[in-house]
């Protein structure tokens, strides 16, 4: 539903966290100005989207654009009352195809039309926009849309000329830009050390500058199938013992130094990512490194990750992925899945006072994660 976005930006203690974007983004906020879009004018952009919904001069869709703010109603009110109306009656035939397109469409209108609008979501910069829960995919969508108007702002386009032109693209054509403008895509200099090579390179590198020795474990890991791939998760203890047990196409480390790897039977992607494992609000990181490792199990590859004790990176990482798989799962079958594929890590995790319990900071990051990193529809 309605609601200004958060933006998620770096404390001055380095680690990152939300706050309250601009009133701007908030699709249910009461524009006294007004704006115009196909010859219409409109005091919000929820009033706008639930009104075209309809055919035009239907009876809905003009007792929708009639409906206008009462005296002091204040814009969640409006919002909530022109969504009310919006809800049943029969809507145009090509509306689901061309829902998104409309909300883009409308939001450049509104930013065309205020100047202040578009300093305010250019005051953001380049830090990541997230919504508010919503209802359909709306968290997701809402987050992009704002992101991809902000870029227009920023490349200092004429609003009105984009609105034009967007206008006469294909519905499906235009989710595709927006989708492509929200993408995680973590410059290398924000990880703590980053590189993409081979099991060869990872080998050379721990020979050259090893990391203190663990005592080895015995895995208790198993495949977790996701998409055509299959994810595995483990730490630095149990690595070799999994990698035996496995044999990866791909391994992605998140911590600062690979584990001895002996000389594999085959040869294989390395991933170094390795960023702080309290910095759970990281999105940027965790994000990218999650679209890194899901375009490789869609690729139906076998992905190995691990952190130091695969347990809070590693968690987070694998726990968004599983998510992202099962996006309609409850807490306790996305529990079931994970536990089964560390079960090392379960007390850990999920202990009266875990890491990752429901109500907990880390279960609600891999939420946000998975309302962000949904693709599409």
Known sequence: MGGTCYVIRRRNNGLYDK???????????????????EGLDWFSVEQAFQSLK???????????????????????????????????????????????????????????????????????????????RSTWK??????????????????????????????????????EMVKKSYLFNAKPELYRNYSTTDYISAIELYKRNPPPERV???????????WSGQLVLCGVADFQSTFNQIAPDVVVTMCSKPPKIKTPKKNGEWLHRDFSGYDLKNFELIGSIVQDVRQRLKEGKTVLIHCLDGQDRTGIVGFT????????????????IISKGRPARVDYWFSRQGLMIESSEYNLSTQILQDHMGEGR
């Open 19 to 37: 706050f309250n974007g601009p009133d701007c983004t908030d699709n249910f906020l009461i524009i006294k100005e007004k704006f115009n879009h």
């Open 321 to 336: 992925l599983i998510r992202l798989f099962n996006p309609g799962a409850s807490f306790k079958v996305l529990k079931e």
């Open 216 to 226: 080895a474990e015995v895995s208790q890991n198993s495949k977790i199938p996701l």
């Open 138 to 175: 709306w968290t997701y969508w809402n987050a992009a849309i704002q992101t991809y108007v902000r870029q227009l702002i920023h490349d200092g386009k004429n609003l009105d000329h984009c609105h034009k032109e967007i206008s006469e693209i294909d519905a499906s054509e235009v989710e």
């Open 54 to 132: 309809f055919p035009k001069d239907s009876r809905t869709q003009t007792e929708i654009h009639s409906a206008e703010p009462r005296p002091s109603e204040s814009s969640s009110s409006y919002g909530n009352r022109v969504w009310s109306l919006g809800q049943g009656s029969i809507r145009r035939e090509d509306w689901e195809i061309e829902k998104i397109k409309v909300m883009l469409l409308l939001n450049i209108a509104k930013y065309a039309a205020n100047k202040i609008f578009q300093q305010d979501l250019a005051t953001t910069k380049n830090y990541r926009i997230i919504a508010k």
